[in-house]
């Protein structure tokens, strides 16, 4: 079992504000690390899958960086918006591993 | 495109029944995978195919579990007999492995879930 975990669990904040969460995996054999957005009654959907030391990321207003040395990566969003609420799910899997293992997410809230 | 498509959406049956959930990758995609989704452990793993073929079931609850992709195009998830602590939302997902060594590396595309309750 790959041990993925995710903090915070639940976070709220004011719209405009910036905000980030962390996603912590074991640093061996890792070879990918996905994050996906999951809103409310709706089926997961990949934000990016990052595979070197120092990658970065950015789709719009959010964006993600991968340390694969010290096993951690972050999830940015900036500015907020009401339309980001969702629960964020990070994803790991290991060399000779097809099969991906989430955490249990970040549930954000963004409040008007 | 049509997504990866499950069915059926909602299921409820009684303990001791038979469950069959279904599940339609995304055309041309080489790898399939089935999760579970619950309050206390979020999505958890049950197993994935690669070409049809099962690769890692060891997340399977038990015996009476069971799934099969007799080709690219469908795959199903058995649970006889179902009881209600099997009760969770069942996601199918699939992918495109594109990696090296056959890794991961490709984004999943998931279905809509089958929410399953079993009385």
């Known amino acids: 079992i790959l041990n993925v975990e995710q903090s915070p669990q639940s976070l709220h904040v004011q719209e405009g504000d910036s905000t980030n969460f962390t996603c912590s995996f074991p640093s061996s054999n890792f070879y990918a690390l996905h994050w996906y957005r999951w809103e409310t009654a709706k089926s997961p959907e990949a934000l990016f899958v990052m595979t070197l030391n120092g990658d970065e990321k950015k789709k719009g207003r959010i964006s993600a960086t991968l340390n694969t040395k010290e096993g951690y990566s972050y999830l940015y969003i900036k500015g907020s918006q009401p339309e980001d609420s969702a629960t964020y799910l990070c994803a790991r899997s290991g060399t000779g591993a097809n099969n991906l293992f989430f955490g249990t997410g970040t549930r954000l809230t963004v409040i008007p | ?119």
């Open chain 2, 1 to 119: 495109d049509a997504g990866v498509i499950q069915s059926p959406r909602h299921e409820v049956t009684e303990m001791g029944q038979e469950v069959t959930l279904r599940c339609k990758p995304i055309s041309g995609h080489n790898s399939l995978f089935w999760y579970r989704q619950t309050m206390m452990r979020g999505l958890e793993l049950l197993i994935y195919f690669n070409n049809n073929v099962p690769i890692d079931d060891s997340g399977m609850p038990e015996d009476r579990f069971s799934a099969k992709m007799p080709n690219a195009s469908f795959s199903t998830l058995k649970i006889q007999p179902s009881e209600p602590r099997d009760s969770a939302v069942y996601f199918c997902a699939s992918s495109l492995t594109v990696g090296r060594y056959g890794v991961n590396t490709g984004e999943l595309f998931f279905g809509e879930g089958s929410r399953l309750t079993v009385l």
